[in-house]
């Protein structure tokens, strides 16, 4: 089992900075991937960024420009720098871990709320 913990949400104003960060413990061996997704009342979860051990990332398009994903493959750890924030950037935010084989592992969710 992989465990991640998620931390740095908050209530942040529109045009503020937060930066969320997922650490993996447990059975970490096999993780190529880690990602954010994020989901808004009423609204399916979708994918915000997420990056390779490789260093290949990939954004949402709503967020280009003005997040960024890095990792920290020694810690297994994993960021989301969010600059910019909007209103609609309010939702869960959820951390995901892949590996080679299996299913997806997801963290328990951190709150993001960006007041207008």
């Known amino acids: 089992q992989v465990q991640l913990v998620e931390s740095g949400g908050g209530l942040v104003q529109a045009g503020g900075s937060l930066r969320l960060s997922c650490a993996a413990s447990?059975?970490?061996?096999?993780?190529?991937?880690m990602g954010w997704y994020r989901q808004a009342p009423g609204e399916q979860r979708e994918l915000v960024a997420d990056?390779?051990?490789?260093?290949?990332?990939n954004y949402a398009d709503s967020v280009k420009g003005r997040f960024t994903i890095s990792r920290d493959n020694v810690k297994t750890t994993v960021y989301l720098q969010m600059n910019s924030l909007k209103p609609e950037d309010t939702a869960v935010y959820y951390c995901k871990a892949a590996k080679f084989y299996g299913n997806p592992y997801w963290g328990q969710g951190t709150q993001v709320t960006v007041s207008s």
């Open positions: 447990g059975s970490i061996f096999g993780i190529n991937a």
């Open positions: 990056i390779t051990w490789g260093g290949s990332t």
